[in-house]
Every structure is written in structure tokens, then in C-alpha cells.
């Protein structure tokens, strides 16, 4: 079951000017729906505009869900975890204190760290309670990343430990709101059996600790929502009208995308320009790691208020990525192989984290890394200190270049690829199903 605080975040300023008073709405949706609240910002503790220093514990936390007390956990004392702000080429530094019970560490999701500083307990001792650890790195590109712990994470991360780091790039247009939607999966069970997913259509979603909860739009307001998959097992296939994704898990896309849906497997980010002309409602229609879509009606998760129906807002001028897909260059240079489930040991390559073959990869080289799925459940592989370009699913080129750091295999696929191995250390290679991972389904693959 995951578990969120409904606390500790800041409601959205909703107010607009020139909104017209005579004019009726054109959909108000549920008036008793709460309002969408941001993740409250972690302080910056130095003054120096090229530094972002923050103090960062973890704590136990006590708090309701669905009027429930939880014995949770949570970063400073508020779930999501505080949103911390950089900007490329800013160094990020983080004092990190253990109040919990147990050992646990943080880990930079989706961010090129160095391997010292990328809180795994192949290179790091846990951090002990009463202890701390200070990280310290640089960012060097835009995008939504996001922290949690590497250690227990299953139920760590379940207990509510898990905030976002934004990476912004001064380069881009500014728009009216730029939002932060953490979305986490209530119904979970981690002490289930972890070869069973869960029933999509049991589960409650929450939004940054909200169940349903409405944003409420001026006139002609442009919004970019930043969403984050953080639920243990369960995915989410997005879709509202007039969507326009703008990036993914490591940026903006190469070109605008305007896809019926969009699936977040868990641990994966993407970005959207929201450019309304009437009211809507974001859904999810029914995913699961068993067998991927099934039937069964959509989930509203977030209802999109505006006053009156009006014309679509100018798009903002998105310097997107651009660039071709890469071809296939035929050769392999490590394989990743998913199997067990049933009742088994989740393994890659038949081997049990921690007692696991370390693969590598020459430095500065691009090599390609393919991960075959031989088990019955889908897995998003993750692939840390590095990003990845996507060569093929199933032996089928993308439409367009996509550059990620998670991606979903689906039961007997395959997927291809393009890594550039120029981030040298020993880097963990797992599914971001969490029970699965702390399961054994994690491997090394080392850069040297």
C-alpha cells in the first residue's frame, strides 16, 4: 500500500486577472474537489546564485490518508519531499540526515552524478541512523528528476520518501504556470506477493498527496505540467484532450508529440504544454505489469478548470532537441536478460542481486545494451548515471528520437540501446518495479 501525506504542500495560486464576471462557466467540475497543491521548496541555504545547498532529513512521519493514521516516513517533515530548483551548470549540494530506525540512502534519479554520489549500496555504506552524508554534484542538463532512497526501497519509497529535483534551462520560454504532478498509487501492498500486480482498477491515485483534486485556470493561462510516476508497481496511461508532450525523462523531446496517451511505467517522467479551450479531465485508462492494457473504464485523476470556454492559448516556442534516430550499429556489448517470477527469484542474466556478473563498457565509447524480457510481467529498466537512446523495441526503429533513462519492456520484448559511456563507475542496471528490484531483478554494469 502506498502511502502519502496529505500535508506539507502549497496550493496552487489560482487567481488570474481580467477574468470575467458576467460570463458563466463552461465547466466547474466538482467545487468540493481540493485544489491541486504544490510540493513546498527546499530552502537554499547559499547565497551564491551558481550553488543550490539545501539541508535534506529523513524522518518518521505521522499523518492521515482517507482518514486513516499512517505511521509513514517523509523528507523534512512533508510528502512529496521538498521541490528542489537548479539551474545547468549549477552545483548541487545536499546535507543529508538519517532520523529514521533503519540505514537508508538518496538516490538521484535520472541524473548523471558522479558514482560516489549516487547513493547505491554497491559503492556506498548505508547511511546509519543519527548519521549524514553530504552529496555534492553538478547538473548539467534540463529536465525532471527525481530522489529517493536505493536501500529498502520498496517500502521506503512506499513510506513516502521520494521528492523531485528540477533541472531548469534559462533557455526556455516562460509560461504562466510550470507545475510539479507527483502521482502515487493508493491500494498497493508491499508485502503482497510481488509476482502478482495489482488491480489497475482497485487502485486510488493521488496527485502530490491529493485524491481528484482540480486546477483551476485563468484565461489564456499556458501550464506546463511536469509529471512523475513514483507508485511501487502500478502504471499510468495518461490521456486528456488536446495533449502535447514537450519532454521526457531526460528533456525535451526531439520534436513536439501529440500521442492519443502516454504511459508512465513507474519511476518515469514527461512533461506536457496543457493549452485549454474548455474544461477537461485527466485520466488513466487501466495498465498493468501482468499483460499491459486491459478493459474497463478510465480513472479521472485530475480535473482542469477554466471559467469559460475561450481559444486554444499560443504555444509557447519550445527549443526542442531535434535530431535523427541513431541506427543500429548491429553489434551488442552487454545483455540484459529478465526472467523468474511464478513463485522464483526475480533474476537478470539468472543471477540474484548482489551476487551478480558485473558487464562493462569502454569509456567514451557509445555501445549498445540490450535487455531481453523472458518473464510473465512487463519491467521498466532503469539505467543509472547514464541516459540512453532507444535504438528499437521488438527489432521497430521509434518515429522519433527518444532519449530516456527508464523504459518499458513489455513481456517477450526486447529492446536496444545507444548508450555513451562517458560517466566512468560502476552503475546499477535493475527494473524500477521496486519489489522486483529488491528481489534481486538488479545487475552492475561498469564503465572504465
Same mark, same amino acid.
Given at each position: ?6 500535508a ?5 495560486d ?5 477574468e470575467?464576471?458576467?460570463a458563466?462557466?463552461?465547466d466547474t ?11 513546498a521548496p ?22 492521515e490518508?482517507? =482518514? ?9 517533515g512533508?510528502?512529496? =519531499?521538498?521541490?528542489i ?5 549549477d552545483t ?10 533503519a ?8 541524473l ?6 549516487? =547513493? ?6 548505508p ?13 548539467t542538463?534540463?529536465?525532471?528528476f ?10 521506503q ?5 521520494y521528492?523531485?529535483?528540477?533541472v ?11 507545475l510539479v ?9 508491499p508485502e503482497?506477493?510481488?509476482?502478482t500486480a ?5 487502485v486510488?491515485?493521488?496527485?502530490n *498527496? ?19 510516476n ?5 502504471y ?6 488536446g495533449?502535447r508532450?514537450?519532454?521526457g525523462?531526460?528533456?525535451?523531446l526531439?520534436?513536439?508529440a501529440?500521442?492519443e ?12 504544454? !496543457? ?13 498493468t505489469?501482468?499483460?499491459g ?21 499560443e ?11 541513431a ?15 511464478? *513463485?522464483d527469484a526475480?533474476?537478470?542474466?539468472g543471477e540474484v ?7 562493462t563498457?569502454?569509456?567514451g ?8 524480457? !523472458?518473464?510473465?510481467t ?6 543509472? *548515471? ?17 532519449v530516456?533513462d ?35 531483478m ?7
Amino acid at each position: 500500500m502506498i502511502l502519502l501525506a496529505l500535508a506539507c504542500v502549497e496550493p496552487v495560486d489560482t487567481a488570474g486577472p481580467g477574468e470575467a464576471d458576467t460570463a458563466p462557466p463552461a465547466d466547474t467540475g466538482d467545487s468540493a474537489a481540493p485544489l491541486l497543491p504544490q510540493p513546498a521548496p527546499a530552502e537554499d541555504l547559499d547565497p551564491d546564485e551558481s550553488v543550490v545547498h539545501v539541508a535534506l532529513e529523513a524522518s518518521p512521519l505521522s499523518f492521515e490518508v482517507n =482518514g486513516r493514521t499512517v505511521e509513514g516516513f517523509a523528507y523534512n517533515g512533508q510528502v512529496p =519531499g521538498p521541490l528542489i530548483r537548479a539551474q545547468v551548470g549549477d552545483t548541487v549540494v545536499v546535507d543529508f540526515t538519517n532520523h529514521l530506525d533503519a540505514p537508508t540512502t538518496v538516490h538521484w534519479h535520472g541524473l548523471a552524478v558522479p558514482a560516489a554520489m549516487d =547513493g547505491v549500496t554497491w559503492l556506498q555504506d548505508p547511511i546509519q541512523p543519527g548519521l549524514g552524508f553530504r552529496f555534492e554534484f553538478t547538473v548539467t542538463e534540463a529536465g525532471t528528476f527525481w530522489y529517493h532512497p536505493h536501500l529498502d526501497s520498496d517500502h521506503q519509497v512506499d513510506l513516502g520518501l521520494y521528492g523531485v529535483l528540477l533541472v531548469e534551462d534559462p533557455a526556455e520560454p516562460a509560461v504562466e504556470q510550470d507545475l510539479v504532478v507527483v502521482w502515487d498509487a493508493w491500494g498497493e501492498d508491499p508485502e503482497a506477493d510481488t509476482h502478482t500486480a495489482p488491480d489497475p482498477s482497485s487502485v486510488v491515485w493521488t496527485a502530490n *498527496g491529493v485524491v481528484e483534486p482540480r486546477l483551476e485556470l485563468a484565461a489564456g493561462e499556458r501550464v506546463r505540467l511536469r509529471m512523475l510516476n513514483v507508485a511501487n508497481l502500478s502504471y499510468l496511461d495518461l490521456a486528456w484532450p488536446g495533449l502535447r508532450q514537450i519532454a521526457g525523462d531526460q528533456g525535451r523531446l526531439a520534436a513536439l508529440a501529440a500521442p492519443e496517451s502516454v504511459l508512465l511505467a513507474p519511476g518515469d517522467r514527461a512533461e506536457f504544454e !496543457l493549452l485549454p479551450t474548455a474544461s477537461l479531465t485527466v485520466e488513466t485508462a487501466l495498465h498493468t505489469a501482468s499483460g499491459g492494457a486491459v478493459p474497463g473504464a478510465a480513472l479521472p485523476l485530475l480535473q482542469v478548470v477554466l471559467p469559460a470556454e475561450q481559444p486554444a492559448p499560443e504555444a509557447a516556442d519550445w527549443p526542442f532537441a531535434g535530431g535523427a534516430v541513431a541506427p543500429d550499429p548491429g553489434t551488442t556489448d552487454a545483455i540484459y536478460v529478465f526472467s523468474g517470477g511464478g *513463485g522464483d527469484a526475480w533474476l537478470i542474466n539468472g543471477e540474484v542481486y548482489p551476487d551478480v556478473t558485473v558487464q562493462t563498457l569502454a569509456l567514451g565509447r557509445s555501445s549498445v545494451v540490450e535487455v531481453r524480457n !523472458l518473464s510473465s510481467t512487463e519491467h521498466p529498466f532503469h539505467l543509472h *548515471g547514464h541516459a540512453f537512446e532507444v535504438l528499437s523495441q521488438n527489432g521497430e526503429a521509434p518515429a522519433a528520437r527518444e532519449v530516456e533513462d527508464t523504459v518499458n519492456v513489455g513481456i517477450r520484448e526486447s529492446v536496444r540501446l545507444l548508450v555513451h559511456a562517458d560517466n566512468p563507475g560502476d552503475w546499477m542496471a535493475h527494473c524500477h518495479l521496486l519489489p522486483h528490484a529488491e528481489g534481486g531483478m538488479m545487475a552492475v554494469l561498469r564503465v572504465e
